[in-house]
């Protein structure tokens, strides 16, 4: 049985009928599946703008453009494998520790027989529990984190879940290669000094976005792939990575960043890599302007599945 695609664009206006992640079956109409973008409405761990609770709808309806064909990686991604829309996983908005367990029992479950999931956010903080289901199944996982922020804070007014903290988390769980750990895209002031001291000594390394900019991409992209190696990989796109005139619908906006064309110039670059899952977050609609960011956030979701729709998907 082939795989069931998405809605022809040639029949059914693309403008017309239920927003699914590039109008993909939902996961209830396909017995069995490869790839799953799934939303995560939650919010309740940001330090600044509230709204990315709102980010998985914005996505799927910037979705409605999305094209079968992916030229740059030579793939259709929705022929070769059956990637669905998994819907929303429901979180409690009042308590983030039960929302992060909830959040980590759910993608455990929707991994179970074999599924990779493209996670749309939602704050940060989503990414502790998927990087948890993550390491149960693959043991602990190289991580490739674009952002501008490091998100290896250890506290914010003293609590230790929120948008800011869950790559310390992880670390702290042994859930990371630490050999293999890496920021993209990193920018804008910091606490102090120690933030980089601390970032470091959990095994980061950083490439800012000045760098993408001295070295370019290829430099980049060669630089990340031998630090990565056969390892498999977990890739975390905060969309505050891009400057704010790419990406202004977000809580956290910081000047001097990457455009979308490097940002999936870097990804495109990561072909062949053992991919076991991926994110995008910090998409908040309400302080966006023309779906700039929504349409951003949907290319790198895009770019995700197709990655993991050429990988093996053992
Ligand atoms: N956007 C994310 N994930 N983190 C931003 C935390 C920056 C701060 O409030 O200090
Ligand atoms: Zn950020
Ligand atoms: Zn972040």
């Given at each position: 049985m082939p795989n069931i695609g998405p809605l022809d664009s040639s029949r059914v206006p693309r403008f017309a009928g239920f927003a699914t992640f590039a109008r993909l079956p939902r996961i209830d109409q396909v017995e069995r599946a490869d790839v799953a973008v799934v939303g995560v409405p939650f919010?309740?761990?940001?330090?600044?703008?509230?709204?990315?609770?709102?980010g998985p709808a914005a996505v799927r309806e910037a979705s409605r453009l999305l094209r079968p064909y992916h030229p740059e990686l030579d793939i259709s991604p929705f022929e070769e494998k059956q990637v669905v829309d998994a819907g929303d996983i429901a979180v409690n908005p009042f308590n983030i520790g039960e929302a992060i367990e909830t959040l980590q029992q759910e993608a455990e479950a929707l991994q179970a027989d074999g599924t990779r999931l493209v996670t749309v956010g939602?704050?940060?903080?989503?990414a502790l529990p998927l990087l948890r289901a993550a390491a149960k199944k693959h043991g602990p996982v190289a991580l490739l984190h674009f952002d501008a922020h490091l998100d290896t804070w250890d506290t914010y007014f003293g609590e230790p879940y929120t948008h800011g903290t869950p790559f310390r988390r992880a670390s702290e769980e042994g859930i990371l290669d630490t050999s293999a750990l890496s920021h993209v895209g990193t920018r804008g002031p910091l606490y102090g000094k120690r933030d980089l001291e601390e970032d470091r000594r959990l095994g980061f390394g950083i490439v800012t976005s000045g760098d993408v900019l001295r070295r370019g991409v290829t430099e980049t992209v060669d630089a990340l792939r031998q630090r990565i190696g056969d390892r498999p990989l977990y890739v975390s796109v905060?969309?505050?990575?891009?400057?704010p005139a790419h990406a202004p619908g977000t809580g956290t906006p910081e000047a001097g960043g990457m455009t979308s064309r490097e940002l999936l110039e870097i990804l495109r670059g990561l072909r062949d890599l053992n991919l076991v899952g991926a994110d995008v977050v910090e998409l908040a609609p309400a302080y966006d302007h023309a779906e700039i960011t929504a349409i951003a956030a949907s290319h790198v979701a895009y770019d995700l599945v197709s990655l993991l729709a050429l990988g093996k998907g053992e």
């Open positions: 919010d309740s761990g940001v330090s600044y703008r509230p709204g990315a609770r709102f939602g704050d940060h903080t989503i905060d969309i505050d990575v891009l400057d």
